[in-house]
């Protein structure tokens, strides 16, 4: 059974927003910190955003992005706000172990993600 599971990709204009969901569990959310990585075409996979004490936020995305959880549903967003055509890519859900990692390390370093959702495309038209 899959650990995180996003949704919400899709075609959208320049200027204009859209809102990923990532699908996961209690313990999950509990125990692990929770981020959304972006891989552009050619390009390697890069942490934008990532849940914490203080979220971390890539600075191509601050001001832009937000990212946050839902308890009760068991649900991790990201709401993309002024896209532009640098945001295209391969959205991932991502979650680190909680006591070995933090939003800044989660998004930042090498080796601190345990499981990673299948990923979602978000294309951005000019």
């Known amino acids: 059974q899959a650990q995180l599971a996003e949704s919400g990709g899709g075609l959208v204009q320049a200027g204009g927003a859209l809102r990923l969901s990532c699908a996961t569990s209690e313990d999950i959310l509990t125990n692990y910190v929770i981020g959304w990585f972006r891989q552009a075409p050619g390009g390697e996979r890069e942490g934008i955003s990532c849940?914490?004490?203080?979220?971390y936020y890539a600075q191509s995305v601050k001001g832009r992005f937000t990212i946050s959880r839902d308890w009760a549903k068991n649900m991790v967003y990201l709401q993309m706000n002024s896209m532009n055509s640098e945001d295209k890519g391969v959205y991932f859900c991502?979650?680190?172990?909680?006591?070995?990692?933090?939003?800044?390390?989660?998004?930042?370093?090498?080796?601190?993600?345990?499981?990673w959702g299948q990923g979602t495309q978000v294309t951005v038209s000019s």
């Open positions: 849940l914490g004490s203080n979220n």
């Open positions: 991502a979650a680190g172990i909680k006591w070995i990692t933090n939003s800044e390390a989660m998004c930042t370093k090498d080796g601190q993600v345990s499981y």
